[in-house]
């Protein structure tokens, strides 16, 4: 379990640097107000050959084959809800990567998000284990 824990979190690093990224490169494009399809295209292929936004998917593109492994190795009951804990991770990289301001209240959020994940943790260590066949198996 640990091994699936530890490929989760260099996981979540790469979301979460991947995430800042494309923030970063969607603040450098120069949206129109407009909702319109030309604006819409101009956009696209502005975000196509913008740096950040390629790099951050380029990382969640990582971030989604450690995905895929993880979930070929664990259960998806244990796996999936600790993918949460990539707003953990992606709210610290906003906070000191892009200086993003946040507050007590969103802190607290973090906490509480922490907290399930370490209640989704435990669940995994303390669930019953099947018996081996010969013990669990009746005597003639």
């Known amino acids: ?16 640097v991947g995430v800042v990224l494309i923030s970063r490169g969607q603040k450098e494009l120069k949206m129109e107000a407009r909702f319109e399809v030309g604006a819409m295209v101009k ?14 998917i380029a990382l969640e593109a990582v971030f989604f084959g450690c995905l895929l492994f993880l979930l070929s190795r664990g259960d998806v009951s244990f796996i999936w809800p600790l993918t949460a804990l990539g707003f953990v991770v ?5 906070r000191f990567l892009l200086g993003e301001p946040v507050s007590g209240l969103r ?3 973090v906490f509480l998000i922490v ?3 370490g209640v989704i943790s435990w669940t995994e ?4 284990r099947p018996l081996p066949p010969e013990i669990g198996a009746k005597a003639p």
């Not at 975000?47 to 790099?55: C, D, Q, T």
């Open 1 to 16: 379990m640990m091994r699936l824990v530890v490929v989760l979190l260099i996981g979540l690093m790469f979301e979460a």
């Open 43 to 56: 956009l696209v292929r502005e975000a196509a050959v913008n740096p950040s936004i390629l790099a951050g």
């Open 90 to 94: 992606t709210t610290l990289a906003a």
């Open 107 to 109: 802190w607290f959020g």
């Open 115 to 117: 907290l399930g994940a």
């Open 125 to 128: 260590q303390h669930k019953p």
